[in-house]
Every structure is written in C-alpha cells, then in structure tokens.
C-alpha cells in the first residue's frame, strides 16, 4: 500500500524508540512511513557485560506500556530490579524516624512500586519490536539541516540524504538539535547542581528498596540493582561531584557511607563514574505546524524523582494517540491544531513535575532554620495526609498513561 504520510523520528532513546513503536503497531500504520534516525551507534545490551552505569526508575505504569508494545518481556527477562519499597528522608532525621516517607507497594494492592532497569536494556528491547516491523532505523546519521519546504520538513542526514517530512518528532534530547534549528526557546532553571553516579555494593542489603537522602547540598538516591548492588546518584555541588570523580574508591566509599548516613552499612564502590550537570529546562512551545518535541527535548527535570524518562514515556503515548485519533478522521499529521492536542495533554503535567522537582530541590538545601523545622512537620503530615500521599503515589506510579 502506498505510504500516505513521511514521519520522522529524530532520537533512538527511550522516548524515540516508544513512539516509533507505538506508531508502527497503530491503527493506520499502513498509513505512515516512519524513519528513526539517531547520531550515536545503534545500543546494544548483552547479559554478559556488567550493569550500564545509566539505569533509571521505570514506574508501574510506564513498564505496562513498554508491555503493550512487546518490550517488556525481554527487559524482566534479562534484568530488571523490582522495588516494592520507597523511603525518603532529611539528613537532620534518621531513616527509621517519624518524619521519614514511607511508601510501600503492598499498601497499594501493587506488586511493586517500580523496576530499576539499565537504559541500554529498554533500548534494545524496544529495538528488538521494532526490528520486525517496517520501520527504518538509521544510526551514526545524525541530522545536520532541517528546513521548511510548504507544509513540510526537509530533514538533512549526515551521509547527505534528503527526506522530506509531514511531521519531524524531536526526541533528540535535552539539547535538541530539532528545537534549536525551528527555534523554539526554552526556560533554563540551573540547580547549580551535578549528577555523580555510580554502582556500590552495601554492607547490608538493600531489601528491594529506593531510598532518597535529602542533604544540604542536594538529594542522594540508592536504587537497588538485581545483583544486590546499588546505583547511586547524587545531586550535589558541582565541587563534589568534581571531588567525587577523582577520589580513590576508598575515599569515595567513605564519602557516600557517610553521605547515605550509613542507612545500608559501609558502601563499597564496584563500577565506573559519571558526572551529568542537572538544568531543568522546559521548551516553549512543544509544537509548531510539521513539529512535535517530546521527552527531554521538551523538558528536563532534575533526577531526584526518577521521573525524567517516565515522563518522556507518557509524551510519546499521548502523542501516539493523539496521532492515531487525528488519521482516523482524515485530519494531516503535521497541522498545528493537530500537535497542539498533544501538547495541551502533556504540558500542564509535565510543567507541574519540574516545578514540583525545583521546589523540593530548594526546599530542601536551604540552610533556614525554620523552614528545616517545618519541613520535618510537612514530611511527618504527608504521612497521615491520605489522598494527597495517594496522588502522589499514582503520580509516582506513572498512573496517568492513557
Ligand atoms: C543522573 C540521572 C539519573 C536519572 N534517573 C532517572 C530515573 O531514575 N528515572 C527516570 O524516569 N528518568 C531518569 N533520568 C532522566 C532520563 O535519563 C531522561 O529523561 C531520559 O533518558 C530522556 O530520554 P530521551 O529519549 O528523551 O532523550 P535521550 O535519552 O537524551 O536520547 C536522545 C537521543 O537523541 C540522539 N540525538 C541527539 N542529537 C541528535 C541529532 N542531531 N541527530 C540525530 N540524533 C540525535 C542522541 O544520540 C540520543 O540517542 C535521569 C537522568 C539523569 C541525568
């Protein structure tokens, strides 16, 4: 059958890869050429090497649908670490006090609250699916042009191949290079702030469990990994997280026991490092007629929620549908009013996520001493807070993916 619309997909991470997946299994995908271009190698996981350093949080939600696309067997089957508990709390506090976060799956009739998972492992997988279908992935071909002709995008590949596009979807990330060329701006909030990240391997175990330490200079989260190490990342001073980097795996042991107040015994490092600065940054608008920005293209949040690529899931689902909707009344995929359903659907949630993430951020590494104690009594009132602990809850759960 003849391709009626030219879709192009700018970014083979997590969010890219969803929504080209989500299309090629939709409605009227005999409808839509899609192509997926990204400028890095194609990712690959293999079970025999060790953990990738980049692991992220996936909710409930989100992993149902990387299930609905067929993804997800391969991520449980390989390596996936469930976590069924959530503990929260400010370094003045223990983590056993009254005033620590508790959330526990079991009191949420779910079997967990979530999957520790490498992001390499959710790339493949999402691969995998789309390597039987006719979707065209291209690698090592970054896009270097994209200009308007009429009513469409012609995208310039890095080998010198033209393609002309209805709709260009940028999921290239937080330095979209789509976003940047259309010239949509964006709102920058620096958290003065730098992401150092590692594996460690606790005295105690880690009984399947997501702990968050909020300090001074920023919030330091344990996830447990499926080896029974964990994977660290802490917020910190961009000084620290220097320090951090170049510290013997004695020192650097020594600085995150102490720094996770000793929650899991002494802590061992057992993997590389990585430093990420942490901006959050939110795109204005998300869609132009022949464009949709959608994952960290559109936004960044800072880390200490786990909630980056969850949200960039629920963009590529909404925009999905959105397009799916839009096909099946004989609507182009590239007109505005289209695009702006989805970015109506998504903006408001996702805006209130970064703001939520900078809010905290800030409430928590003020040196204030009244607002320490206040937040020791919030904390301790979230607990008995019910349906405002619930929403927070379904948030965290990726409970609103349509
Ligand atoms: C330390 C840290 C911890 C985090 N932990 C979590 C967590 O626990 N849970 C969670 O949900 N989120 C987490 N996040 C956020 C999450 O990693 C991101 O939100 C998510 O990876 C964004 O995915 P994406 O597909 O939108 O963009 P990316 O993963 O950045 O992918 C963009 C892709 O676009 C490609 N690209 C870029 N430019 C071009 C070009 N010109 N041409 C072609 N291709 C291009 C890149 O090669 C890349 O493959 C964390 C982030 C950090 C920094």
């Given at each position: 059958m003849n391709k009626q619309f030219e879709i192009v997909i700018v970014g083979a991470g997590v969010t890219g890869l969803t929504v080209a997946a989500l299309l090629a299994q939709s409605r009227h995908n005999d409808r839509l050429r899609l192509t997926v271009v990204d400028a890095a190698a194609r990712p690959c996981h293999r079970i025999e090497d060790d953990i990738a350093l980049r692991v992220s949080a996936i909710a409930t939600g989100c992993a149902n649908l990387l299930d609905s696309i067929g993804a997800w067997s391969k991520i449980s089957q390989t390596r996936a670490c469930g976590y069924d508990r959530m503990r929260v709390w400010d370094?003045?506090?223990?983590?056993?006090?009254?005033?620590t976060l508790r959330f526990d799956a079991a009191e949420f009739a779910a079997p967990q609250l979530g999957f520790i998972v490498e992001n390499v492992l959710v790339q493949h997988a999402i691969l995998d699916v789309l390597d039987a279908t006719d979707v065209e992935l291209l690698f090592q071909s970054p896009i270097t042009a994209l200009q308007q002709t009429g009513r469409c995008y012609q995208v310039t590949l890095h080998s010198g191949r033209l393609v002309d596009a209805d709709l260009v979807i940028?999921?290239?990330?937080?330095?979209?290079f789509v976003r940047q060329r259309v010239g949509i701006d964006t709102r920058d909030f620096p958290y003065g702030q730098t992401a150092f990240v590692t594996h460690l391997r606790p005295e105690e175990s880690h009984r399947n469990t997501a702990w968050q330490r909020f300090l001074q200079d920023g919030p330091l989260g344990m996830l447990p990994l499926n080896d029974g190490r964990i994977s660290v990342v802490w917020s910190t001073l961009d000084a620290l997280a220097d320090r951090a980097m170049s510290a013997s795996d004695e020192e650097l042991g020594e600085m995150l026991s102490e720094a996770s107040d000793h929650v899991l015994g002494s802590l061992q490092v057992a993997g590389p490092r990585g430093a990420f600065p942490l901006c959050a940054r939110h795109a204005n608008?998300?869609?132009l007629p022949g464009i949709a920005l959608i994952g960290d293209a559109a936004h960044s949040v800072h880390p200490l929620a786990g909630q980056g690529a969850n949200l960039g899931l629920q963009d590529a689902a909404t925009l999905a549908n959105v397009l799916n909707d839009a096909l099946g009344n004989r609507e182009y995929p590239g007109d505005r009013p289209v695009l702006r359903r989805y970015e109506r659907a998504r903006k408001g949630d996702n805006a209130t996520m970064l703001h939520f993430m900078t809010g905290l951020n800030r409430l928590f590494t003020t040196d204030s001493t009244l607002v320490r104690e206040l937040r020791a009594t919030g904390m301790r009132l979230f607990n008995y807070s019910g349906p405002i602990r619930d929403h927070a809850v379904k948030v965290a759960l990726g409970g609103s993916i349509r």
């Open positions: 370094e003045a506090e223990t983590a056993d006090g009254a005033a940028g999921a290239d990330g937080a330095h979209s608008p998300y869609v």
